[in-house]
């Protein structure tokens, strides 16, 4: 898989993302449904701890992405959705540390929202994976 990253401006790189990736030659793509701070039995996680979230939300991604072999450093998108946009931004070193270990350089939205599905969750996380 070929990824060339758009970037017309160079602000977004002081966040961590990137407008776009263009991706050419991908074989596979695997779209993930949102995951948040929950146990392997879907019990919320961590209540008010918008950093431990982040973490669990981000594992749990981890593990949805190695059950298709794939890895953080083969996601090209990613949406975030919180209940608490100032936490998040916040606790936003936590996520940018983690993505940059894994070299994952995502075109990305936060999104504010009222509430998750589960009334305790804060933070929830959607991606998009090529290889």
Known sequence: MEREVVNPWTWQDAFGFVQ????????????????????????????????????????????VLRDAGMSLSDVV???????DVDGFIAAGETLGRRLAEAQCRPAATLLGISRLALP?????IEATAMA
Do not use: W
């Open 20 to 63: 776009g990736n263009q991706v050419g030659g991908a074989d596979r793509f695997l779209f993930c449904a949102g995951q948040p701070s929950v146990d392997s039995e879907g019990r919320p996680v961590h209540s008010g701890d918008m950093k431990a979230q982040i973490v669990q939300a981000l594992d749990n991604l981890e593990t």
């Open 77 to 83: 998108r990613l949406n975030y959705y919180t209940t």
């Open 120 to 124: 305790e969750v804060m933070v929830e």
